[in-house]
């Protein structure tokens, strides 16, 4: 899995691009058209007696035909309403829908795990031949490569060290009106919960223990604001230096710990780093010290649906009154990595039918067009995709994946951010005295944006496509000399800056006046 992120971290981000799922059958003559093209090559490999990556059998995401029908969530007016109407409906349908495909799973003694979430199972040891028994099934829809992805870590560079404004506050965070937002609309994000999953976070720095929603200011419980989806090594050869199956939140790189700052920071000091200092956050660790794969994230985007307790079971103890109103995803995962880019397409439309936006980080494939290629951004109608600007000259940043997605084709990143050398907090209670680069950096700004928004504005929360519309409408409009795909690069929006840079403050005001109270 790669972190969207340049400079001093790894540009470590797991991308799904769109390539037809039906080219399997083109690319091996014999194998299921419901195979996906990455899947076929390792079953192809497996086939001519070869190993991947050590193994003589392999992980695969088996997604089931039936999906359940979500429309009547948009009709109900609470988030706590929609979540519980979505959550009931997809555990109701997995559990039908599932049942006979789990009972050969175990009559075969096959390792597997269960998802409501995109109705899905993980079958963790299989063969060519039980692959292609699975894909036969007529309740089967697809079934897809669920592989293991090692980060790049690039060598360290010599950034500038940033130090606090005088009052605080980032240049990160004046620069898009934030600062304002808290001083003169008297908005800091109070009553929103955002969800971040990425490499962990340390919950206890000084800059973010009092917004994590698991502390009351005397006492932890970690319940329901926080989960481990890595269980067991990813990487056999190395032992996570945070552990498995952790209950209490850590960081084994640094990178969640950054995102969730820029979202929330805040000490009470001289370090304002974040957005929304107001808001809560949870957490979800979907990394192995940068190595991730399709279910570990897929995990996590179902706790975020109906958080449940340490020990609980996702489909019968899920509480959706907990989940968070907005979600950061400074990752991805593109087809070099094995991913067909529409893995978690049904749990997008899932998340937004329960009222809970999903915010990605654009890329780091940049300068060249149509490199916005991986899951969850490139889907353009169900992510609010960030690419990323330097604060300093407003200027796009290099690295920063443009459009179009090359899964739908769309217009993108939708909207721009600061993600050059931002200053934010690190594991071991410190702060980045060398800012960190890339969209991963970007993406947490719109996160705490929307936080912003949300607690300004309560008729608005969970209003996913209006507060998109929104954030687009009031972004300062910016224009570029490339054209990408069949948009200019004058127009607006273009898919090199989105419809412009974010403006936290002018976006508050608007949701104040129209959806205010």
């Given at each position: 899995?790669?972190?969207?992120?340049?400079?001093?971290?790894?540009?470590?981000?797991?991308?799904?691009?769109?390539?037809?799922?039906?080219?399997?059958?083109?690319?091996?003559?014999?194998?299921?058209?419901?195979?996906?093209?990455?899947?076929?090559?390792?079953?192809?490999?497996?086939?001519?007696?070869?190993?991947?990556?050590?193994?003589?059998?392999?992980?695969?995401?088996?997604?089931?035909?039936?999906?359940?029908?979500?429309?009547?969530?948009?009709?109900?007016?609470?988030?706590?309403?929609?979540?519980?109407?979505?959550?009931?409906?997809?555990?109701?349908?997995?559990?039908?829908?599932?049942?006979?495909?789990?009972?050969?799973?175990?009559?075969?003694?096959?390792?597997?795990?269960?998802?409501?979430?995109?109705?899905?199972?993980?079958?963790?040891?299989?063969?060519?031949?039980?692959?292609?028994?699975?894909?036969?099934?007529?309740?089967?829809?697809?079934?897809?490569?669920?592989?293991?992805?090692?980060?790049?870590?690039?060598?360290?560079?010599?950034?500038?060290?940033?130090?606090?404004?005088?009052?605080?506050?980032?240049?990160?965070?004046?620069?898009?009106?934030?600062?304002?937002?808290?001083?003169?609309?008297?908005?800091?994000?109070?009553?929103?919960?955002?969800?971040?999953?990425?490499?962990?976070?340390?919950?206890?720095?000084?800059?973010?223990?009092?917004?994590?929603?698991?502390?009351?200011?005397?006492?932890?419980?970690?319940?329901?604001?926080?989960?481990?989806?890595?269980?067991?090594?990813?990487?056999?050869?190395?032992?996570?230096?945070?552990?498995?199956?952790?209950?209490?939140?850590?960081?084994?790189?640094?990178?969640?710990?950054?995102?969730?700052?820029?979202?929330?920071?805040?000490?009470?000091?001289?370090?304002?780093?974040?957005?929304?200092?107001?808001?809560?956050?949870?957490?979800?660790?979907?990394?192995?010290?940068?190595?991730?794969?399709?279910?570990?994230?897929?995990?996590?985007?179902?706790?975020?649906?109906?958080?449940?307790?340490?020990?609980?079971?996702?489909?019968?103890?899920?509480?959706?009154?907990?989940?968070?109103?907005?979600?950061?995803?400074?990752?991805?995962?593109?087809?070099?990595?094995?991913?067909?880019?529409?893995?978690?397409?049904?749990?997008?439309?899932?998340?937004?039918?329960?009222?809970?936006?999903?915010?990605?980080?654009?890329?780091?494939?940049?300068?060249?067009?149509?490199?916005?290629?991986?899951?969850?951004?490139?889907?353009?109608d169900e992510t609010l995709s960030v690419g990323a600007v330097d604060h300093r000259t407003d200027?796009?940043?290099?690295?920063?994946?443009?459009?179009?997605?090359?899964?739908?084709?769309?217009?993108?990143?939708?909207?721009?951010?600061?993600?050059?050398?931002?200053?934010?907090?690190?594991?071991?209670?410190?702060?980045?005295?060398?800012?960190?680069?890339?969209?991963?950096?970007?993406?947490?700004?719109?996160?705490?944006?929307?936080?912003?928004?949300?607690?300004?504005?309560?008729?608005?929360?969970?209003?996913?496509?209006?507060?998109?519309?929104?954030?687009?409408?009031?972004?300062?409009?910016?224009?570029?000399?490339?054209?990408?795909?069949?948009?200019?690069?004058?127009?607006?929006?273009?898919?090199?800056?989105?419809?412009?840079?974010?403006?936290?403050?002018?976006?508050?005001?608007?949701?104040?006046?129209?959806?205010?109270?």
């Amino acid at each position: 899995m790669h972190k969207i992120t340049k400079g001093l971290i790894a540009s470590v981000m797991c991308s799904f691009i769109a390539i037809p799922a039906f080219a399997a059958g083109n690319a091996t003559g014999a194998l299921s058209p419901k195979i996906s093209p990455a899947l076929a090559r390792q079953l192809k490999a497996l086939t001519a007696g070869e190993s991947v990556d050590g193994e003589h059998s392999i992980p695969a995401l088996v997604y089931m035909m039936e999906q359940a029908n979500l429309d009547r969530a948009f009709d109900l007016e609470s988030k706590s309403e929609r979540g519980w109407y979505v959550y009931r409906a997809l555990v109701a349908t997995a559990r039908k829908s599932q049942r006979s495909l789990i009972a050969w799973l175990k009559a075969h003694k096959l390792e597997y795990k269960s998802y409501h979430m995109g109705n899905a199972i993980t079958v963790m040891n299989a063969t060519p031949e039980i692959i292609s028994e699975i894909a036969a099934r007529p309740d089967v829809q697809r079934v897809v490569a669920d592989p293991k992805i090692r980060a790049k870590v690039p060598q360290p560079q010599l950034l500038e060290t940033i130090e606090p404004t005088p009052d605080g506050a980032g240049e990160n965070i004046v620069k898009i009106g934030a600062d304002r937002v808290w001083n003169e609309l008297g908005n800091t994000g109070a009553g929103i919960v955002v969800g971040g999953q990425d490499t962990g976070i340390q919950w206890d720095h000084p800059a973010l223990k009092n917004q994590y929603r698991g502390w009351n200011g005397g006492k932890v419980d970690h319940s329901y604001s926080w989960h481990d989806s890595i269980s067991k090594p990813l990487a056999p050869e190395k032992q996570n230096r945070c552990g498995y199956n952790i209950k209490a939140p850590c960081d084994d790189n640094g990178h969640g710990t950054h995102t969730i700052g820029t979202v929330v920071g805040d000490d009470g000091a001289a370090n304002k780093i974040g957005v929304a200092p107001g808001a809560k956050w949870i957490g979800c660790r979907n990394m192995d010290e940068g190595l991730g794969a399709p279910h570990t994230y897929l995990e996590c985007f179902e706790f975020f649906l109906a958080p449940y307790p340490q020990g609980g079971n996702a489909a019968t103890d899920g509480k959706p009154e907990m989940a968070p109103h907005v979600v950061n995803n400074s990752w991805g995962c593109d087809h070099n990595e094995g991913c067909d880019g529409s893995e978690f397409l049904g749990v997008l439309k899932s998340l937004e039918a329960a009222g809970i936006m999903v915010v990605a980080s654009a890329g780091n494939s940049g300068p060249g067009c149509g490199t916005i290629e991986s899951a969850p951004a490139h889907h353009t109608d169900e992510t609010l995709s960030v690419g990323a600007v330097d604060h300093r000259t407003d200027s796009i940043a290099s690295f920063s994946s443009r459009g179009p997605s090359l899964f739908d084709n769309g217009v993108g990143p939708d909207v721009t951010a600061p993600g050059v050398n931002v200053r934010s907090c690190v594991p071991g209670g410190t702060y980045a005295g060398s800012g960190w680069s890339g969209t991963s950096m970007a993406g947490p700004h719109v996160v705490g944006q929307v936080a912003l928004i949300w607690s300004a504005a309560p008729a608005l929360s969970g209003r996913v496509r209006e507060t998109t519309d929104l954030i687009r409408a009031t972004a300062v409009a910016k224009t570029s000399s490339q054209t990408c795909g069949n948009v200019a690069g004058t127009a607006v929006p273009n898919n090199v800056f989105g419809y412009g840079i974010i403006n936290a403050f002018e976006s508050v005001k608007a949701a104040k006046s129209k959806f205010g109270e």
